[in-house]
Protein backbone atom coordinates (compact mmCIF):
# COMPACT_ATOMS: atom_id res chain seq x y z
CA UNK A 1 0.00 0.00 0.00
CA UNK A 2 1.42 3.58 -0.47
CA UNK A 3 2.12 5.58 2.06
CA UNK A 4 -0.44 8.66 2.96
CA UNK A 5 1.16 11.51 5.71
CA UNK A 6 -1.97 13.14 7.48
CA UNK A 7 -0.47 16.26 9.81
CA UNK A 8 -2.32 17.91 12.07
CA UNK A 9 -1.59 21.71 13.28
CA UNK A 10 -3.04 23.90 16.02
CA UNK A 11 -3.07 27.38 16.94
CA UNK A 12 -0.14 27.50 18.66
CA UNK A 13 1.71 27.27 14.88
CA UNK A 14 -0.59 28.97 13.09
CA UNK A 15 -0.79 32.22 15.29
CA UNK A 16 2.93 32.77 14.83
CA UNK A 17 3.74 33.48 11.40
CA UNK A 18 7.86 32.13 11.70
CA UNK A 19 6.65 29.09 13.15
CA UNK A 20 4.17 28.52 10.35
CA UNK A 21 6.58 29.51 7.78
CA UNK A 22 9.36 27.03 9.27
CA UNK A 23 6.69 24.13 9.40
CA UNK A 24 4.97 24.41 6.05
CA UNK A 25 8.70 24.38 4.44
CA UNK A 26 8.79 20.66 6.22
CA UNK A 27 5.70 19.79 5.44
CA UNK A 28 6.43 20.91 2.02
CA UNK A 29 9.27 18.56 1.46
CA UNK A 30 7.48 15.12 2.55
CA UNK A 31 7.34 13.67 -0.94
CA UNK A 32 4.70 10.91 0.14
CA UNK A 33 1.06 11.61 -0.83
CA UNK A 34 0.14 13.89 2.30
CA UNK A 35 -2.95 15.66 3.97
CA UNK A 36 -2.71 18.81 6.49
CA UNK A 37 -4.85 19.59 9.14
CA UNK A 38 -5.61 22.62 10.52
CA UNK A 39 -6.93 24.08 13.73
CA UNK A 40 -8.53 27.30 14.51
CA UNK A 41 -5.87 29.29 16.70
CA UNK A 42 -6.62 32.89 18.32
CA UNK A 43 -7.43 34.74 14.88
CA UNK A 44 -11.02 33.72 14.77
CA UNK A 45 -11.15 34.89 18.68
CA UNK A 46 -9.84 38.64 17.60
CA UNK A 47 -11.73 38.56 14.53
CA UNK A 48 -14.98 37.63 16.55
CA UNK A 49 -14.37 40.68 19.20
CA UNK A 50 -12.87 43.20 16.59
CA UNK A 51 -16.86 42.50 15.01
CA UNK A 52 -18.38 43.03 18.49
CA UNK A 53 -19.25 39.30 19.03
CA UNK A 54 -18.14 38.17 22.34
CA UNK A 55 -16.64 34.46 22.59
CA UNK A 56 -18.31 31.82 24.44
CA UNK A 57 -17.03 29.06 26.08
CA UNK A 58 -18.61 26.55 29.00
CA UNK A 59 -15.77 24.22 29.93
CA UNK A 60 -13.61 25.28 28.04
CA UNK A 61 -15.53 24.25 25.01
CA UNK A 62 -16.44 26.85 22.50
CA UNK A 63 -20.14 27.58 21.92
CA UNK A 64 -20.49 28.49 18.20
CA UNK A 65 -24.00 30.51 17.74
CA UNK A 66 -24.35 31.82 14.52
CA UNK A 67 -22.66 34.39 14.50
CA UNK A 68 -19.68 33.01 15.47
CA UNK A 69 -20.36 30.05 12.87
CA UNK A 70 -19.88 33.15 10.47
CA UNK A 71 -16.97 34.28 11.92
CA UNK A 72 -15.02 30.46 11.89
CA UNK A 73 -16.03 29.80 8.08
CA UNK A 74 -14.42 33.66 7.50
CA UNK A 75 -11.36 32.66 9.52
CA UNK A 76 -10.99 28.90 9.42
CA UNK A 77 -11.87 27.98 5.92
CA UNK A 78 -11.60 31.47 4.33
CA UNK A 79 -8.25 33.24 6.06
CA UNK A 80 -6.11 30.26 7.30
CA UNK A 81 -7.29 27.87 4.81
CA UNK A 82 -6.02 30.09 2.23
CA UNK A 83 -3.12 31.62 3.51
CA UNK A 84 -1.80 27.98 4.31
CA UNK A 85 -2.47 27.19 0.52
CA UNK A 86 -1.11 29.88 -1.02
CA UNK A 87 2.43 29.07 1.26
CA UNK A 88 2.18 25.74 0.03
CA UNK A 89 1.97 26.88 -3.47
CA UNK A 90 4.92 28.70 -3.06
CA UNK A 91 6.80 25.81 -1.85
CA UNK A 92 6.08 23.62 -5.08
CA UNK A 93 2.88 21.69 -3.10
CA UNK A 94 0.26 21.67 -5.10
CA UNK A 95 -1.95 23.08 -1.89
CA UNK A 96 -5.95 22.86 -2.12
CA UNK A 97 -8.33 24.02 0.38
CA UNK A 98 -11.25 22.20 1.37
CA UNK A 99 -13.61 22.33 4.45
CA UNK A 100 -16.17 18.75 4.51
CA UNK A 101 -18.28 20.16 2.72
CA UNK A 102 -15.82 20.85 -0.41
CA UNK A 103 -16.50 17.95 -2.31
CA UNK A 104 -18.50 16.21 0.49
CA UNK A 105 -15.58 14.79 1.69
CA UNK A 106 -16.56 15.12 6.14
CA UNK A 107 -20.35 14.63 6.67
CA UNK A 108 -21.31 15.44 10.01
CA UNK A 109 -24.50 16.15 12.27
CA UNK A 110 -25.01 19.07 14.37
CA UNK A 111 -24.54 17.97 17.73
CA UNK A 112 -27.49 16.70 19.60
CA UNK A 113 -28.55 15.38 23.13
CA UNK A 114 -25.89 17.20 25.75
CA UNK A 115 -26.40 18.91 28.49
CA UNK A 116 -25.11 21.76 26.62
CA UNK A 117 -26.01 23.05 23.42
CA UNK A 118 -22.94 23.96 21.66
CA UNK A 119 -24.65 25.58 18.66
CA UNK A 120 -23.27 25.02 15.13
CA UNK A 121 -21.14 21.86 16.22
CA UNK A 122 -20.58 19.07 13.92
CA UNK A 123 -19.95 15.30 15.33
CA UNK A 124 -18.77 13.18 12.60
CA UNK A 125 -20.89 10.68 10.32
CA UNK A 126 -18.77 10.00 7.30
CA UNK A 127 -15.26 10.32 5.50
CA UNK A 128 -15.74 10.31 1.79
CA UNK A 129 -13.09 8.42 0.74
CA UNK A 130 -13.81 8.26 -3.01
CA UNK A 131 -13.50 12.06 -3.20
CA UNK A 132 -10.32 12.07 -1.39
CA UNK A 133 -8.76 9.36 -3.46
CA UNK A 134 -9.23 11.15 -6.19
CA UNK A 135 -7.48 14.64 -4.99
CA UNK A 136 -4.58 12.45 -3.81
CA UNK A 137 -4.21 10.56 -7.33
CA UNK A 138 -3.62 13.84 -9.00
CA UNK A 139 -1.00 15.12 -6.14
CA UNK A 140 -3.29 17.36 -4.95
CA UNK A 141 -2.17 18.09 -1.40
CA UNK A 142 -5.62 19.06 0.80
CA UNK A 143 -5.16 21.53 3.57
CA UNK A 144 -8.17 20.82 5.40
CA UNK A 145 -9.84 23.05 7.41
CA UNK A 146 -12.05 22.59 10.55
CA UNK A 147 -15.37 22.58 8.92
CA UNK A 148 -17.66 19.80 8.38
CA UNK A 149 -21.25 19.80 7.10
CA UNK A 150 -24.30 18.08 7.19
CA UNK A 151 -25.34 17.82 3.51
CA UNK A 152 -28.48 20.19 4.09
CA UNK A 153 -26.89 23.45 3.33
CA UNK A 154 -25.04 23.78 7.45
CA UNK A 155 -21.77 24.12 7.92
CA UNK A 156 -20.59 22.67 11.23
CA UNK A 157 -17.92 23.70 13.66
CA UNK A 158 -15.51 20.34 14.23
CA UNK A 159 -12.86 19.71 16.35
CA UNK A 160 -9.26 19.42 14.35
CA UNK A 161 -8.31 16.72 16.55
CA UNK A 162 -11.39 14.68 15.29
CA UNK A 163 -11.39 15.46 11.60
CA UNK A 164 -7.34 14.08 11.27
CA UNK A 165 -8.30 10.97 13.40
CA UNK A 166 -11.03 10.53 11.38
CA UNK A 167 -9.42 10.99 7.60
CA UNK A 168 -6.85 8.64 9.21
CA UNK A 169 -9.03 5.88 9.80
CA UNK A 170 -11.27 6.20 6.96
CA UNK A 171 -8.03 5.99 4.44
CA UNK A 172 -6.66 3.29 6.75
CA UNK A 173 -7.83 1.18 4.19
CA UNK A 174 -6.50 2.28 0.91
CA UNK A 175 -3.33 3.86 2.00
CA UNK A 176 -0.14 2.93 4.83
CA UNK A 177 -1.36 5.71 6.55
CA UNK A 178 0.48 7.51 9.54
CA UNK A 179 -1.15 10.48 11.08
CA UNK A 180 1.31 13.14 13.17
CA UNK A 181 -0.22 15.91 15.68
CA UNK A 182 1.90 18.72 16.08
CA UNK A 183 2.16 20.52 19.91
CA UNK A 184 4.15 23.38 21.22
CA UNK A 185 5.49 20.32 23.86
CA UNK A 186 7.27 17.80 22.76
CA UNK A 187 5.07 14.81 23.01
CA UNK A 188 2.55 13.49 25.65
CA UNK A 189 4.43 14.31 29.12
CA UNK A 190 4.55 12.72 32.45
CA UNK A 191 5.06 16.23 34.23
CA UNK A 192 3.41 18.63 32.47
CA UNK A 193 6.37 21.04 33.06
CA UNK A 194 9.21 19.18 32.56
CA UNK A 195 9.96 18.80 28.73
CA UNK A 196 12.24 15.96 29.46
CA UNK A 197 9.48 13.54 31.05
CA UNK A 198 8.40 13.30 27.71
CA UNK A 199 7.52 9.28 27.01
CA UNK A 200 8.26 7.69 23.58
CA UNK A 201 6.29 5.31 23.83
CA UNK A 202 2.53 4.85 24.87
CA UNK A 203 0.25 2.20 25.15
CA UNK A 204 -3.27 2.25 25.51
CA UNK A 205 -3.61 0.36 28.92
CA UNK A 206 -0.61 2.51 29.83
CA UNK A 207 -2.71 5.88 28.60
CA UNK A 208 -5.94 4.86 30.85
CA UNK A 209 -3.47 4.21 34.17
CA UNK A 210 -1.90 7.89 33.70
CA UNK A 211 -5.37 9.43 32.84
CA UNK A 212 -6.86 7.05 35.90
CA UNK A 213 -3.65 8.62 37.82
CA UNK A 214 -4.32 12.01 37.10
CA UNK A 215 -0.80 12.39 35.15
CA UNK A 216 -2.37 13.27 31.65
CA UNK A 217 -5.15 16.15 31.84
CA UNK A 218 -7.36 18.60 29.73
CA UNK A 219 -6.77 18.81 26.60
CA UNK A 220 -4.71 16.06 25.97
CA UNK A 221 -7.47 13.71 26.59
CA UNK A 222 -9.58 13.90 23.87
CA UNK A 223 -6.57 14.31 21.59
CA UNK A 224 -5.07 11.17 22.78
CA UNK A 225 -8.58 9.53 22.73
CA UNK A 226 -8.91 10.23 19.02
CA UNK A 227 -5.29 9.58 18.33
CA UNK A 228 -5.64 5.69 19.85
CA UNK A 229 -8.97 5.89 17.91
CA UNK A 230 -7.05 6.18 14.66
CA UNK A 231 -4.63 3.51 15.75
CA UNK A 232 -7.37 0.91 16.56
CA UNK A 233 -8.77 1.83 13.06
CA UNK A 234 -5.60 0.54 11.16
CA UNK A 235 -3.42 4.14 11.24
CA UNK A 236 0.00 2.39 10.60
CA UNK A 237 1.82 4.98 13.30
CA UNK A 238 0.43 7.72 15.09
CA UNK A 239 2.57 9.86 17.19
CA UNK A 240 2.74 13.17 19.15
CA UNK A 241 5.69 15.22 18.42
CA UNK A 242 6.85 19.33 18.30
CA UNK A 243 5.72 21.02 15.06
CA UNK A 244 9.48 21.37 14.43
CA UNK A 245 10.31 17.96 15.03
CA UNK A 246 7.52 17.02 12.43
CA UNK A 247 10.59 15.44 10.13
CA UNK A 248 12.84 13.89 12.84
CA UNK A 249 9.55 11.99 14.12
CA UNK A 250 8.74 10.83 11.03
CA UNK A 251 11.63 9.07 10.52
CA UNK A 252 10.80 6.74 13.01
CA UNK A 253 13.45 8.48 15.94
CA UNK A 254 12.19 7.41 19.46
CA UNK A 255 14.28 10.68 20.33
CA UNK A 256 11.33 12.74 19.90
CA UNK A 257 7.70 12.88 20.05
CA UNK A 258 5.15 10.45 21.29
CA UNK A 259 4.71 7.04 19.48
CA UNK A 260 1.31 5.76 20.31
CA UNK A 261 1.87 1.66 20.28
CA UNK A 262 -0.50 -0.76 20.11
CA UNK A 263 -0.31 -3.71 23.35
CA UNK B 1 -15.64 17.73 -27.36
CA UNK B 2 -17.37 18.03 -23.98
CA UNK B 3 -19.61 21.03 -23.19
CA UNK B 4 -18.42 22.98 -20.18
CA UNK B 5 -20.72 25.44 -18.89
CA UNK B 6 -19.15 27.98 -16.85
CA UNK B 7 -21.30 30.54 -14.83
CA UNK B 8 -20.53 34.13 -13.07
CA UNK B 9 -22.86 35.32 -10.67
CA UNK B 10 -22.10 38.81 -8.75
CA UNK B 11 -23.06 40.73 -5.99
CA UNK B 12 -26.75 41.01 -6.69
CA UNK B 13 -27.68 37.36 -6.68
CA UNK B 14 -24.78 36.52 -3.31
CA UNK B 15 -26.51 39.53 -1.34
CA UNK B 16 -30.16 38.21 -1.99
CA UNK B 17 -30.36 34.69 0.14
CA UNK B 18 -33.34 33.72 -2.08
CA UNK B 19 -32.25 34.94 -5.32
CA UNK B 20 -29.09 32.98 -4.64
CA UNK B 21 -31.31 30.29 -3.64
CA UNK B 22 -32.82 30.09 -6.68
CA UNK B 23 -29.55 30.34 -8.85
CA UNK B 24 -28.41 27.26 -6.98
CA UNK B 25 -31.82 25.14 -7.62
CA UNK B 26 -30.93 26.30 -11.05
CA UNK B 27 -27.05 25.59 -11.78
CA UNK B 28 -27.43 22.04 -9.50
CA UNK B 29 -29.68 20.67 -12.15
CA UNK B 30 -27.32 21.95 -15.16
CA UNK B 31 -26.17 17.71 -16.19
CA UNK B 32 -23.06 19.19 -18.12
CA UNK B 33 -19.73 19.81 -16.85
CA UNK B 34 -19.90 23.38 -15.13
CA UNK B 35 -17.91 25.96 -13.04
CA UNK B 36 -19.08 28.59 -11.10
CA UNK B 37 -17.40 31.53 -10.79
CA UNK B 38 -18.69 34.47 -8.18
CA UNK B 39 -17.91 37.84 -7.66
CA UNK B 40 -17.78 39.51 -3.75
CA UNK B 41 -21.08 41.75 -3.08
CA UNK B 42 -21.58 44.28 -0.43
CA UNK B 43 -20.89 41.82 2.75
CA UNK B 44 -17.04 42.74 2.19
CA UNK B 45 -17.44 46.01 2.21
CA UNK B 46 -20.15 45.37 5.55
CA UNK B 47 -17.31 43.38 7.29
CA UNK B 48 -14.82 45.68 6.66
CA UNK B 49 -16.62 48.53 7.90
CA UNK B 50 -17.53 46.47 11.32
CA UNK B 51 -13.56 45.70 11.54
CA UNK B 52 -13.16 49.69 11.57
CA UNK B 53 -11.44 49.06 7.98
CA UNK B 54 -12.90 52.06 5.68
CA UNK B 55 -13.17 50.14 2.05
CA UNK B 56 -11.45 52.68 -0.32
CA UNK B 57 -12.67 53.31 -4.24
CA UNK B 58 -10.88 55.02 -6.65
CA UNK B 59 -12.72 56.04 -9.87
CA UNK B 60 -15.38 53.03 -9.15
CA UNK B 61 -12.34 50.67 -7.98
CA UNK B 62 -11.48 49.20 -4.78
CA UNK B 63 -8.29 49.57 -3.20
CA UNK B 64 -7.09 46.26 -1.67
CA UNK B 65 -4.70 47.46 1.17
CA UNK B 66 -3.14 44.66 3.38
CA UNK B 67 -6.23 45.08 5.82
CA UNK B 68 -8.75 44.82 2.81
CA UNK B 69 -6.68 41.72 1.47
CA UNK B 70 -7.63 40.44 4.93
CA UNK B 71 -11.43 40.71 4.46
CA UNK B 72 -11.75 39.93 1.08
CA UNK B 73 -9.53 36.30 1.71
CA UNK B 74 -11.96 35.78 4.79
CA UNK B 75 -15.89 36.88 3.25
CA UNK B 76 -14.83 35.62 -0.23
CA UNK B 77 -12.89 32.96 -0.10
CA UNK B 78 -14.32 31.65 3.09
CA UNK B 79 -17.84 32.82 3.70
CA UNK B 80 -19.43 33.00 0.44
CA UNK B 81 -17.46 30.47 -1.11
CA UNK B 82 -18.09 27.81 1.71
CA UNK B 83 -21.63 28.76 1.95
CA UNK B 84 -22.12 28.34 -1.73
CA UNK B 85 -20.35 24.89 -2.05
CA UNK B 86 -22.58 23.83 1.17
CA UNK B 87 -25.69 24.98 -0.68
CA UNK B 88 -24.77 23.12 -3.77
CA UNK B 89 -23.89 19.35 -1.85
CA UNK B 90 -27.25 19.82 -0.13
CA UNK B 91 -28.18 20.23 -4.02
CA UNK B 92 -26.70 17.12 -4.80
CA UNK B 93 -23.84 19.20 -7.11
CA UNK B 94 -20.71 17.86 -5.79
CA UNK B 95 -18.86 21.58 -5.06
CA UNK B 96 -15.59 22.15 -4.48
CA UNK B 97 -14.87 25.51 -3.20
CA UNK B 98 -11.34 27.07 -4.73
CA UNK B 99 -9.18 30.05 -4.96
CA UNK B 100 -7.05 30.32 -8.08
CA UNK B 101 -4.53 29.14 -5.16
CA UNK B 102 -5.77 26.55 -4.88
CA UNK B 103 -4.35 23.23 -6.89
CA UNK B 104 -2.34 26.16 -8.44
CA UNK B 105 -5.24 27.08 -10.58
CA UNK B 106 -5.10 30.53 -11.42
CA UNK B 107 -1.51 32.79 -11.05
CA UNK B 108 -1.62 36.46 -11.56
CA UNK B 109 0.73 39.04 -10.80
CA UNK B 110 0.67 42.17 -8.65
CA UNK B 111 -0.82 45.38 -10.60
CA UNK B 112 1.21 47.36 -11.51
CA UNK B 113 2.56 50.49 -13.29
CA UNK B 114 -0.99 51.72 -13.27
CA UNK B 115 -1.66 55.56 -12.23
CA UNK B 116 -3.26 54.20 -9.43
CA UNK B 117 -2.33 51.85 -6.79
CA UNK B 118 -4.30 49.10 -6.30
CA UNK B 119 -2.66 47.11 -3.65
CA UNK B 120 -2.92 43.80 -3.84
CA UNK B 121 -5.16 43.13 -7.27
CA UNK B 122 -3.72 40.43 -9.34
CA UNK B 123 -3.62 40.39 -13.15
CA UNK B 124 -4.19 36.75 -14.68
CA UNK B 125 -1.08 35.74 -15.50
CA UNK B 126 -1.95 31.64 -16.07
CA UNK B 127 -4.53 29.27 -15.97
CA UNK B 128 -3.94 25.51 -14.91
CA UNK B 129 -5.46 23.26 -17.57
CA UNK B 130 -4.32 20.38 -16.41
CA UNK B 131 -5.35 21.47 -12.51
CA UNK B 132 -9.42 21.47 -13.72
CA UNK B 133 -9.46 19.09 -16.26
CA UNK B 134 -8.11 16.65 -13.46
CA UNK B 135 -11.16 18.17 -10.79
CA UNK B 136 -13.56 18.18 -14.29
CA UNK B 137 -13.09 14.46 -15.16
CA UNK B 138 -13.84 13.12 -11.46
CA UNK B 139 -17.50 15.01 -11.69
CA UNK B 140 -16.20 17.96 -9.33
CA UNK B 141 -18.05 20.92 -9.72
CA UNK B 142 -15.70 24.07 -8.76
CA UNK B 143 -16.37 26.96 -6.82
CA UNK B 144 -14.63 29.83 -7.69
CA UNK B 145 -14.13 33.01 -5.82
CA UNK B 146 -12.19 35.76 -7.16
CA UNK B 147 -8.73 35.63 -5.16
CA UNK B 148 -5.39 34.00 -7.34
CA UNK B 149 -2.08 34.32 -6.30
CA UNK B 150 1.20 34.99 -7.62
CA UNK B 151 3.01 31.93 -6.75
CA UNK B 152 5.32 33.18 -4.30
CA UNK B 153 2.69 33.11 -1.25
CA UNK B 154 0.78 36.45 -1.84
CA UNK B 155 -3.07 36.32 -2.47
CA UNK B 156 -4.48 38.85 -4.66
CA UNK B 157 -8.14 39.97 -5.29
CA UNK B 158 -9.13 39.62 -8.67
CA UNK B 159 -12.37 40.59 -10.60
CA UNK B 160 -14.58 37.84 -11.08
CA UNK B 161 -15.49 38.39 -14.78
CA UNK B 162 -12.24 38.22 -15.70
CA UNK B 163 -11.14 35.28 -13.86
CA UNK B 164 -14.33 33.86 -15.55
CA UNK B 165 -13.42 34.92 -18.97
CA UNK B 166 -9.69 33.32 -18.22
CA UNK B 167 -11.17 29.77 -17.20
CA UNK B 168 -13.70 30.15 -20.82
CA UNK B 169 -10.70 31.24 -22.72
CA UNK B 170 -7.95 28.71 -21.26
CA UNK B 171 -10.64 25.55 -21.42
CA UNK B 172 -11.98 26.25 -24.83
CA UNK B 173 -9.04 23.78 -26.30
CA UNK B 174 -10.25 21.00 -24.34
CA UNK B 175 -13.77 21.50 -23.75
CA UNK B 176 -16.67 22.89 -25.65
CA UNK B 177 -17.41 26.21 -23.48
CA UNK B 178 -20.17 27.99 -22.90
CA UNK B 179 -20.00 31.07 -20.64
CA UNK B 180 -22.89 32.77 -19.03
CA UNK B 181 -22.69 35.90 -17.06
CA UNK B 182 -25.82 36.40 -15.24
CA UNK B 183 -26.70 40.34 -14.11
CA UNK B 184 -29.87 41.76 -12.42
CA UNK B 185 -31.02 43.54 -15.46
CA UNK B 186 -31.79 41.39 -18.62
CA UNK B 187 -28.83 41.91 -21.00
CA UNK B 188 -27.49 44.37 -22.58
CA UNK B 189 -29.39 47.51 -22.91
CA UNK B 190 -29.72 50.49 -25.03
CA UNK B 191 -31.92 52.63 -22.42
CA UNK B 192 -30.36 51.25 -19.04
CA UNK B 193 -33.84 52.59 -17.42
CA UNK B 194 -36.20 50.47 -20.45
CA UNK B 195 -35.26 46.43 -19.55
CA UNK B 196 -37.55 45.69 -23.00
CA UNK B 197 -34.67 47.72 -24.74
CA UNK B 198 -32.60 44.53 -24.63
CA UNK B 199 -30.28 43.61 -27.35
CA UNK B 200 -30.57 39.81 -28.48
CA UNK B 201 -27.86 39.39 -30.46
CA UNK B 202 -24.47 41.38 -30.54
CA UNK B 203 -21.35 41.30 -32.66
CA UNK B 204 -18.57 43.55 -31.68
CA UNK B 205 -18.11 45.93 -34.11
CA UNK B 206 -21.85 46.64 -33.15
CA UNK B 207 -20.70 47.12 -29.33
CA UNK B 208 -17.22 49.04 -30.41
CA UNK B 209 -20.20 51.76 -32.17
CA UNK B 210 -22.28 51.59 -29.25
CA UNK B 211 -19.74 52.34 -26.81
CA UNK B 212 -18.60 55.11 -29.19
CA UNK B 213 -21.96 56.72 -29.34
CA UNK B 214 -22.28 56.52 -25.36
CA UNK B 215 -25.00 54.03 -25.54
CA UNK B 216 -22.81 51.44 -23.31
CA UNK B 217 -21.78 53.20 -20.21
CA UNK B 218 -19.74 52.28 -17.29
CA UNK B 219 -19.54 48.65 -15.61
CA UNK B 220 -21.05 46.96 -18.50
CA UNK B 221 -17.54 48.17 -20.76
CA UNK B 222 -14.83 45.41 -18.82
CA UNK B 223 -17.90 43.05 -18.37
CA UNK B 224 -18.36 43.20 -22.41
CA UNK B 225 -14.87 43.15 -22.72
CA UNK B 226 -13.55 40.00 -21.02
CA UNK B 227 -16.64 38.93 -22.02
CA UNK B 228 -15.92 39.02 -25.85
CA UNK B 229 -11.99 38.42 -24.84
CA UNK B 230 -13.44 34.83 -24.56
CA UNK B 231 -15.57 34.68 -27.72
CA UNK B 232 -12.39 35.36 -29.47
CA UNK B 233 -10.60 32.43 -27.52
CA UNK B 234 -12.89 29.96 -28.75
CA UNK B 235 -15.74 29.72 -26.32
CA UNK B 236 -19.14 28.41 -28.11
CA UNK B 237 -21.14 30.90 -26.56
CA UNK B 238 -20.98 33.93 -24.80
CA UNK B 239 -24.61 35.07 -23.18
CA UNK B 240 -25.57 38.04 -20.30
CA UNK B 241 -28.53 36.83 -18.86
CA UNK B 242 -30.41 37.67 -15.83
CA UNK B 243 -29.36 34.90 -12.78
CA UNK B 244 -33.32 33.58 -13.11
CA UNK B 245 -33.16 32.63 -17.01
CA UNK B 246 -30.17 31.25 -16.96
CA UNK B 247 -31.53 27.52 -17.54
CA UNK B 248 -33.97 29.92 -20.68
CA UNK B 249 -30.40 31.13 -21.41
CA UNK B 250 -29.09 27.87 -22.18
CA UNK B 251 -31.41 26.51 -23.88
CA UNK B 252 -30.56 28.74 -26.37
CA UNK B 253 -33.61 30.83 -26.73
CA UNK B 254 -33.33 34.62 -27.80
CA UNK B 255 -36.60 35.43 -25.86
CA UNK B 256 -33.79 36.24 -22.97
CA UNK B 257 -30.60 37.56 -22.71
CA UNK B 258 -27.47 39.22 -25.29
CA UNK B 259 -25.48 36.51 -26.89
CA UNK B 260 -22.21 37.82 -27.86
CA UNK B 261 -21.65 36.51 -31.88
CA UNK B 262 -19.19 36.55 -34.25
CA UNK B 263 -19.24 38.87 -37.22
Same mark, same amino acid.
Request: proline share 2%.
Given at each position: ????????????????????????????????????????????????????????????????????????????????????????????????????????????????????????????????????????????????????? #?????? /???? &???????? *??? $?? @???????????????????????????????????????????????????? #?????? /???? &???????? *??? $?? @????????????????
Amino acid at each position: MEKLIIVKIGGQVIDDANALGQFLDDFAQISARKILVHGGGAIASRVARDLGIEPRLVDGRRITDADMLEVVVMVYGGRINRQIVAGLQSRDCNAIGLTGADGNLISAQKRRGWDIDYGFVGDITAVNRQSLAALLEHHFTPVVAPLTH #DGHGQL /LNTN &ADTMASAL *ASA $LA @ADYATELYYCLEQPGVLLDITQPQSRIAALTESHYERLKADGVITHGMLPKL #DTAFAA /LKSG &ARRVKICR *AEE $LL @AAMNGSHAVGTELMRE
